[in-house]
């Protein structure tokens, strides 16, 4: 007679160390979930519950208004196409200006390079902000006011993103270009079939980081823009308001919409955006 004696794999227990690093973990998770969380009850409330004192998390009475009222009195739909134009056109100028600049610096020697580079280096160094006053002065004399080009091209020389390239294009192997050369291929052959797929990661995350920039700009849009039908997402959801003072209610609705194609961008581009920060050396920073 053969028994059989089934053994049950016991689950291991958690360590001190591991209940200690989880516990912390949710609690920063409910610092930063609690805005969104507050943003998203207040929408869902009247705007007279929105302003009462005190205040409390939880709708009393849960209404859309706010949210069918965004649509009614504000060109929201209009306010999130400029965002997406403008965001999409800056990412993919600066991803190109970025990879050919940073391409430039770290493979090919020319005259005034160093002083170039410390040009580049520079512009890390100064805010955007100095430079608002004369960007508008010189979009101005360009006629470029209330056009996508001048809120797009302003933004489309960022020398973080070019430092950043060309720091991962030095460590690309010059021995994969030599053969390449040797093969009978040009730099721009080069440039396109070698570096740029091996740079895939670092690209990802300069265009994702331009483009989160980019759409969360405020300042720009606002100074070199005034007709309404040209409004950007941060700019539009700064006007709802009515004779009263700010609609609360409309307001945090406007801004959970504004930020949904952020978070659209990190859950579908989380893995490129981890990679691109251990590739580009932004882990300290």
Not at 134 to 140: E, I, N, R, S, W
Not at 157 to 174: E, W
Not at 264 to 281: E, L
Request: aromatic share 12%; proline share 5%; with cysteine.
């Amino acid at each position: 007679m053969t028994t059989t004696t089934v053994t049950g794999t016991r689950r291991r227990s958690w360590s001190a160390g591991q209940i200690v690093l989880t516990a912390l973990g949710a609690a920063v998770s409910a610092v930063l979930l609690a805005p969104l969380l507050w943003a998203l009850f207040t929408s869902l409330k009247s705007e007279t519950e929105s302003v009462e004192v005190p205040t409390h998390w939880l709708p009393e009475k849960w209404t859309g208004q706010a949210w069918s009222g965004i649509f009614e009195t504000g060109n929201i739909i209009d306010w999130f196409v400029n965002s997406l134009v403008v965001s999409v056109c800056v990412t993919a100028v600066v991803l190109l200006v970025s990879s050919l600049a940073g391409y430039g610096f770290a493979r090919t020697e020319f005259r005034g390079k160093g002083l170039l580079m410390g040009i580049v280096m520079a512009g890390l160094m100064i805010s955007p902000a100095v430079l608002g006053v004369p960007l508008f002065t010189t979009v101005q004399q360009m006629g470029m006011v209330d056009t996508y080009w001048g809120m797009i091209l302003p933004q489309c020389a960022p020398a973080a993103m070019v430092y950043i390239l060309y720091k991962f294009f030095q460590g690309v192997p010059r021995e994969l270009e030599e053969a390449a050369f040797i093969d009978g291929a040009g730099r721009w052959r080069v440039f396109f079939t070698i570096i740029l797929p091996l740079s895939r990661p670092s690209l990802a995350a300069v265009g994702i980081f331009t483009f989160i920039s980019s759409w969360n700009n405020f300042l720009w849009p606002y100074m070199v823009t005034n007709n309404p039908d040209l409004m950007t997402m941060p700019n539009g959801i700064a006007t709802v308001m009515n004779s009263y003072g700010i609609q609360w209610s409309q307001l945090m609705a406007g801004g959970l919409l504004a930020g949904l194609p952020l978070i659209v961008v990190f859950v579908f581009f989380q893995r490129q955006i981890v990679a691109g920060v251990a590739h580009t050396g932004l882990a300290g920073q």
